[in-house]
């Protein structure tokens, strides 16, 4: 297992950017497949993008590909999300997820460790 802590989250207004980091700690982080998942009130967890052990493969939700990045520093045992061009409907809570194994995941339920969340707040 790996422990997960976001931060990065905060108010931005439309157009602007904002870049999320998730902090691991515990298990070897390179042995990991990441994942970013968002979620509103009364929604399901939705899958953002994903990124494999070493960075090589990354996958991304149709809404926010070609505004988004996802990248890992493992020697920082740490993965982002660079966030552009955000718009209002990117509003949610942002939650960072890791699988062991190299492998990405856009699927929620193949994911064993989940970090508390951060807020990401796009203002009109």
């Known amino acids: 297992q790996v422990q997960l802590v976001e931060s990065g989250g905060g108010l931005v207004q439309a157009g602007g950017s904002l870049r999320l980091s998730c902090a691991a700690s515990g298990r070897t982080f390179s042995s990991f497949a990441a994942g970013w998942f968002r979620q509103v009130p009364g929604k399901e967890r939705e899958f953002v993008a994903t990124i494999s052990w070493s960075g090589g493969s990354r996958y991304y939700a149709d809404s926010v590909k070609g505004r988004f990045a996802i990248f890992r520093d493992n020697a920082k045992n740490t993965v982002y999300l660079q966030m552009n061009s955000l718009q209002p409907e990117d509003t949610a809570v942002y939650y960072c997820?890791?699988?062991?194994?190299?492998?990405?995941?856009?699927?929620?339920?193949?994911?064993?460790?989940w970090g508390q969340g951060t807020q990401v707040t796009v203002s009109s």
């Open positions: 997820a890791a699988k062991f194994g190299s492998t990405p995941t856009t699927r929620r339920d193949e994911y064993t460790d």
